[in-house]
């Protein structure tokens, strides 16, 4: 297993200066990841170009490389091309090894020189509400900033800020501001682009809950020094939709509007339970207890496997009598986005989405498996095949081949099938909400729920 070291014993233990490794990283980083990305413009494909050639002609403090690479594949303004933290990269290359794929070009099984390690973070943690961004996570003795709206970093104000905060992810300004909070606890991630007086220590402005400025400085945690951790929702008075946060599928019983809540945190199978089971469970119980409507609360579910669920998707408004609402948020990504997309092609009108935008836009880049760099071990994840839901497909010969016309040209991704894959075009202009009801933070410390509230509210309204 690669270690994490100080500086020094990088550089020793590479045996390498720094600019020889940092040019050889480099090199891999262009061929094998930047080459192979699809989502990439020319335009910002040039500016790669010369930023990777800044690197290899003037090398830098380690961390500092790190996040220049990070920002560098944020340019392709995809949110499937990601620089990934070490272990989930190191998780996903295990899992494809699991599957017998050694020999792909993906997922390297080589061992790094060193390893730089995962940025540091202080412990608190933020959480974007529209344009803002409050505290929802700290340690016990500053839980009285929970709530917080944070308005400066190091005497900078938050809004001169967002937009160097937003380099570090691609996508929708709401998903590259989802990033942005995780950037915002590291201070290692701010000093690298001038953000943060220090690489261990940061200071924040913030205005309290009840209308008080704080200044407060937070130093990087320690593994060593774990402390207890406060959160918004209170754990013990939060919403149905936060509880159990264990559990990847829920179901219970809403007769208040005579229908039923599914909730599926993620699109792929559980240790214990396949997604598919869950789902035809959830229809049987819905039957039996004679209810019309179907809440699908995807606020929470950042991907997976759309194949699993497709066809239930496909074949659900069909037997289900009512209406669907279906609540999303920033955090609904990737494989979350096309299910709810195949459910409101084949539901039309009888699907309202409910909440706030989907975080992605309906045409983007994915399918691609990670590359580790030889020296360094950072992981970053290319994009190679189109997902276009907004119109089928119909224009392009670089779809996936799941979602591709028939008869038409189509992309493979990096992951061979491990079967044939029918396809099913998706063609749904917008996942816009069609009642906006977005979580804010008086929701948060109040522990309601905008979105349930809003399905309520309309299906009181006259002719429902």
Known sequence: MAFCASLEAQQSHAGKERSQWQREDVAVFRDDFLARDRAFTPEARAIAERRLAKLERQ????????????????????GHTQCLPNGVGHDVCRGVAALGFEQSPWCPLRTPDFEIPDFNAVPIAFFAFGRDF????????????????????????????????????GGTAAHRDQGAAGVLASPQQLHAVGLSHSADAVRYTFIALGGKKVSRVFSARSSSKAAAWHRLPD???????????????????????????????????????????????????????????????MRFNGGGNFLLIRDFMARWPARAPGRFFVLTSR???????????????????????????VGDRMMFFSDGLPVRLPHSGRYFLPAVVRMDYSDGCRKYDDCAAMIAQPGLPAATGALPMLGPVDRLPITVPTLEPDIPAPWTIGAWVN?????????MASMVEPGD
């Open 59 to 78: 090398p830098v403090d380690p961390t500092i490389f790190a996040v220049e690479l990070c920002r560098i594949a944020a340019l392709a303004d995809n």
């Open 134 to 169: 409050n505290v929802v996570g700290a340690g016990a003795g500053d839980a009285d900033l929970l709530g917080a709206r944070l308005v400066a970093v190091e005497d900078r104000p938050i809004e001169r800020i967002v937009p160097l905060l937003r380099s570090f992810t």
């Open 235 to 297: 754990p013990e008075k939060e919403s149905w939709a936060f509880q159990e946060p264990e559990k990847p599928f829920r179901f219970r019983d809403a007769p208040e509007i005579d229908g039923v809540v599914v909730q599926l945190r993620r699109t792929f199978d559980a240790d214990d339970r396949k997604i598919a089971d869950f789902l035809e469970e959830s229809e049987a119980k819905r039957q039996s207890l004679g209810r019309r409507h179907v809440v699908l609360d």
């Open 331 to 357: 955090q609904t990504f990737s494989a979350a986005i096309a299910s709810i997309a195949y459910l409101k092609q084949a539901g039309k009108k009888r699907v309202t989405i409910v909440g706030e935008p």
């Open 447 to 455: 522990a309601k729920d905008p979105m349930m509230e809003a399905v």
